[in-house]
Each structure stands twice: as C-alpha cells, then as structure tokens.
C-alpha cells in the first residue's frame, strides 16, 4: 500500500555533515573486500521543526557500487544538499523530485531524504514505522556471516550466530570459496534457513558450478553476476534450482520491474540506500507484494539510525523473509545511539518514538567523526 499520509513539511535551515569511522568488532570479509572498520556519513537535517538524523551508507572505497564515501560527500555538499537548502520549506515527499535532476548518488540522496523525513516525523510526533505503513512490532533477525579463514571456522562462526538466536544465516562466497563452505555449514546445520551471497563475483561462464549449489536447499542465492547483467541473471536462472534473489542491480523500482519482466530474479533484496532512499524502496516492496514476489530488507552496516529505519522497513507487510537487519552489537562495540538494536528471542525491536525513534549519542558522534562540514541556507 503507498503512504496513508504524507509528513509535514518542514524549512530546512542546516544539514550538517559528518564523516564518520567506526571500528567493527571484527574483520567482514566479502568477495569485494575486508572491511575493519565502518566509514559513513551522518546527516543532520536542522529544521524550524526540530531536527532530523540520516544516513548515507557509502563504503571507504567503489566496491560494493560505483558510490563511495569521498563521492557521496563532494556530491552532498556541493549539489545536493544546496539544492534542498534552496528549498527552504519542503515536505519529505519532496526531497527525491528536488534531487531528481541529478543523476545517480544514491545512497547520498538516501541519507538527506532519511534527515528529513526523521525531523519531520519528529516533530508531528509520529513513528517511521506507522509513516511506512508497518504492522510488525519486531522483525526476525537474519545475519550476515562474512568469509572466513575455512570451512571449519565459518561453521564455527555460524554456531555462534545460531546460539545468539539469529534465525537465517547468510554466508558470502566468492569463486573458489563456495561449495566447500556451503556444504560445510549445511551439513552441520541440515536445517537452518541459509542463503549466500555473491556480491556479483561470478559469471555467466561459472553457471555449472553455481548449480552445485542447488543440492543444499538454500533459501536464495544473492546476486550472482554483475550490476548490469540482468540478461545474464534471467538465463542463469534457467539453470538453477536456486531461486535467484538481486540486490546490487535493483537501483530503483523501475529496475525492479524490468529485472521481474525479464525473469532475472524471483526474489528482492530492498535496500533503501541503494535505490535512493526509503520511499523507493517503499515503492519496490509494494511492486513486489502485488507481484507476489518475496522481499526482504538487506543491510549495508548500518549505524542505529539507518538500523533503526531498516527495523522499521522491515517491519512492512511486504517483507516476507528475514533480513539482514541484525543486533548492533553483530558489528560494533559502541553504537552512536542510546539505545541500540538487540536481539530478543530472534527478533530485532521496531522503534515506536517519534521519527526513527532512537536518540543519538552525542558524544559517541563526535568521538567517532574524522571530518564535518555544516551547510546553510
Ligand atoms: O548486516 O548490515 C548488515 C550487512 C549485510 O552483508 C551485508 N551487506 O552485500 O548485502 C551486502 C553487504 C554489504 C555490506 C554491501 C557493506 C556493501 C557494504
């Protein structure tokens, strides 16, 4: 279902920008890389209402998609975050139509859309979740087990995950680290829900022993191939059992229904920052529950504010499979807010407060900034 109600509008007076770097609790390994730590950008929407937080869940480096940190920040200072302090009086609805006329940049445009609709939501007193239209009060909790050294350690690995109470598991592959290692944990753990991630290292050529993973009962395999080859995803699932699930290639929900239409994936993962912000994302869990197409909430190492709205997105009626959508504590020792995701009996807690319903630790923020920059009207 689309918004029941917009926000308020509100008048943009500063955003005030942050560089951030967080230590992770330890190394994630992906076919792309290993991370240590988290650098991310926070944004401080100020408004004449109160003010708002949001996110923008650029990596250090263009790994993962073409954005990366320096990009998002030189791209959010110099054109888009002017452009809405142009604005002056604007509604949340807003922000993605003012921002449009700027091509890509978006998981930038994510985090100044999320501070927006946070103050905004704030100040009528009203939740992220009941805004999106979400009925969950928790969300089941999926993690994300990063590569490991061996087989034998991911399962070990995994153990512990399982007996914190995650109820999926997710394990990335890469060419050469796959069948092994999935056959490692389904065999310890012949029933868990399990799922891998290739964060788009194999190709169309890889397609045989991609099939290898058919005989493992995995829920999905994730993004096999490149971005941009949703041609070559539709004729990779033609000869897998696995059901394929993209996440990189669906940028927006017109990718969504072109990658349906060509029968490139038959599952989603949503992730706000890489369409562009929690409205799109909104809008492409709607095209799939009227589809009848499974959706989940994936994660890009969020800091409590983007985990608090992922907890809320998540917590839509569209979402039918567990996310990644974790307990702060699967990656960082501290948190910036007060009050940060655990897990409950499998379940993360959907914030009900005003907005993202979590308040930020100031002086956690300021001790894990490396680089800030405030803008003005
Ligand atoms: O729990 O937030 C989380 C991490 C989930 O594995 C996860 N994210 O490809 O989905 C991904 C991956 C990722 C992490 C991608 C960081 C890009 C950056």
Redesign the pocket.
């Known amino acids: 279902m689309p918004l029941a109600q917009p926000a308020a509008s509100v008048r943009l007076d500063r955003l005030e920008l942050r560089v951030l770097r967080i230590p992770l609790i330890a190394p994630f390994t ?1 076919s792309f890389g290993t ?1 240590t730590d988290r650098e991310v950008i926070v944004v401080r929407a100020r408004t004449d209402a109160g003010d708002g937080w949001g996110e923008i869940v650029t ?1 250090s480096a263009p790994v ?1 998609s073409s954005e990366y940190t320096q990009g998002a920040w030189d791209v959010a200072t110099r054109w888009l975050g002017p452009a809405l302090l142009h604005r002056g009086e604007l509604a949340p609805e807003q922000v993605a139509p003012t921002l449009d006329p700027f091509v890509g940049h978006r998981m930038a445009k994510a985090g100044l859309e999320l501070a927006v609709l946070d103050a905004a939501l704030r100040s009528e007193g009203r939740s992220f979740a009941s805004y999106l239209g979400a009925t969950a009060a928790t969300i089941p909790s999926g ?2 087990v990063g590569i490991q050294s061996d087989p034998a350690a991911l399962v070990e690995t995994v153990r512990g995950y399982l007996d914190e109470g995650y109820v999926r598991i ?1 394990i ?1 592959i890469k060419p050469g680290r796959d069948i092994a290692e999935t056959d490692a944990v389904r065999s310890a753990f012949p029933e868990i829900p399990l799922q891998v ?1 290739a ?1 788009s290292a194999y190709t169309l050529a890889d397609a045989d022993t991609l099939a290898q993973l058919d005989r493992f009962g995995l829920l999905l395999i994730e993004q096999p191939l490149q971005e941009d080859d949703i041609v070559d995803h539709a004729a990779l699932a033609q000869q897998l059992k696995t059901p394929i699930c993209l ?1 990189e290639s669906i940028t927006s929900v017109k990718a969504a229904r072109d990658a349906l239409a060509l029968g490139a994936t038959t599952v989603i ?1 949503v992730k706000a920052g890489r369409v562009g912000g929690y409205l799109e994302a909104l809008r492409i869990a709607d095209l799939c529950e009227s589809a009848g197409i499974p959706v989940w909430c ?5 800091t409590g504010i983007g985990r608090a709205a992922n907890a809320a997105l998540a917590a839509h009626p569209a979402f039918t499979l567990p996310g ?1 959508v ?1 307990a702060s504590a ?2 960082y020792t501290e948190d910036i807010v007060t009050e940060p995701a655990v897990l409950e009996d499998g379940h993360v807690r959907v914030p009900t407060g005003p907005g993202l319903g979590v308040e930020v630790d100031l002086d956690a923020l300021e001790r894990f900034t490396v680089a800030r920059e405030t803008l003005r009207r």
């Not at 994936?298 to 969020?302: D, I």
């Open positions: 992906t991370m990596q993962y993690v994300s997710k990335k991630d964060n996440d993962n994936g994660g890009m190492l969020e990644d974790s699967r990656f």
